[in-house]
C-alpha cells in the first residue's frame, strides 16, 4: 500500500435521507456517496428503520417507502458496513474526507450509524469533514446568508437537479464541489 501520507484527499460528498431530525429514536433511510472530481466513484444504500417513529414529513421529503424498507432494505448494520468497507476501500487511490452540505445534519446521522454499528468511523473518531457552505464563505469572504447551494451553483455556473435521493444527491454535491475547488485562486 502507498504512503498514505502522499496521496492526494478524496473529498467523500455524504448525503442521508431520514425519517426524523436525530439518529437513534428516527431512521437514516438512505445513504449516498460520491467523491469529488472523480464520477466513478459512488456508493448508495438503502437502510432497514431501525425504530417505529418517524415524522411523516421527514419521511416524504425522501420519498421513501417505509414498508419497502422493512422488508426488503439491508439492515444497518449490513449497510453501514458496506459503507465503511467502500469508503476503506478508497484508501488505496487517496485519503478519505467527509464532506457535506449540511455537514452538522448529515455528519450526524453517518457518524451516529457508523459508530453505534460498525464501532467506528473510517471518516475518523470525531467524523469531522467539510461543510459546503462554511468552505465557500471561506474562499469568498462572503456571508452566511449568500452561501446557499443556489448561490453557490449560479456563481460556478452549473445547474443540477436536487431530488432527495441520497445517491443523486450525493453525485451533485460532489459536482459542486469539485467546480468550487477548480474555481481560480481569489484575489488578494
Same mark, same amino acid.
Given at each position: 500500500?502507498?504512503?498514505?501520507a502522499?496521496?492526494?484527499? *478524496?473529498y467523500?460528498? /455524504? !448525503?442521508?435521507e +431520514? =425519517?426524523g ?7 437514516m ?11 466513478d ?10 425504530? !417505529?417513529d ?6 416524504? /421529503?425522501?420519498?421513501? !417507502? ?12 449490513e ?5 465503511? %468497507?467502500?469508503v476503506?476501500? *478508497?484508501?488505496?487511490v ?12 448529515d ?13 467506528s468511523?473510517?471518516f475518523? %473518531?470525531t467524523? &469531522?469533514? /467539510? !461543510?459546503?457552505? &462554511? ?5 469568498t469572504?462572503?456571508?452566511? &446568508?449568500? &452561501? ?9 455556473? *452549473? ?6 435521493? +441520497? ?7 460532489? %459536482?459542486?464541489? =469539485?467546480? /468550487? ?8
Open positions: 500500500m502507498a504512503d498514505s502522499k496521496l492526494p484527499e *478524496l467523500v460528498a /455524504v !448525503d442521508v +431520514a =425519517d431530525p436525530i439518529p437513534g429514536p428516527y431512521s433511510l438512505s445513504l449516498g456517496m460520491a467523491v469529488a472530481g472523480r464520477p466513484l459512488r456508493f448508495y444504500t438503502e437502510l432497514k428503520p431501525i425504530s !417505529d418517524y415524522v411523516p414529513q421527514a419521511l416524504a /421529503v425522501s420519498g421513501l !417507502d417505509r414498508e419497502r424498507l422493512i422488508a426488503e432494505a439491508p439492515t444497518a448494520q449497510a453501514m458496513a458496506a459503507a465503511a %468497507a467502500w476503506n476501500g *478508497l484508501r488505496t487517496g485519503r478519505p474526507v467527509f464532506l457535506a452540505a449540511p455537514a452538522v445534519w455528519g450526524m446521522f453517518v457518524h451516529w450509524y457508523f459508530v453505534r454499528f460498525v464501532g468511523s473510517p475518523g %473518531a467524523g &469531522s469533514g /467539510v !461543510d459546503l457552505r &462554511s468552505y465557500w464563505m471561506g474562499r469572504a462572503g456571508e452566511w &446568508s449568500r &452561501s446557499r447551494k443556489t448561490d453557490i451553483l449560479k456563481a460556478v455556473g *452549473l445547474r443540477l437537479p436536487h431530488t432527495h435521493h +441520497a445517491g443523486e444527491d450525493a453525485a451533485e454535491l460532489a %459536482a459542486i464541489f =469539485d467546480a /468550487v475547488r477548480r474555481l481560480p485562486p481569489p484575489s488578494p
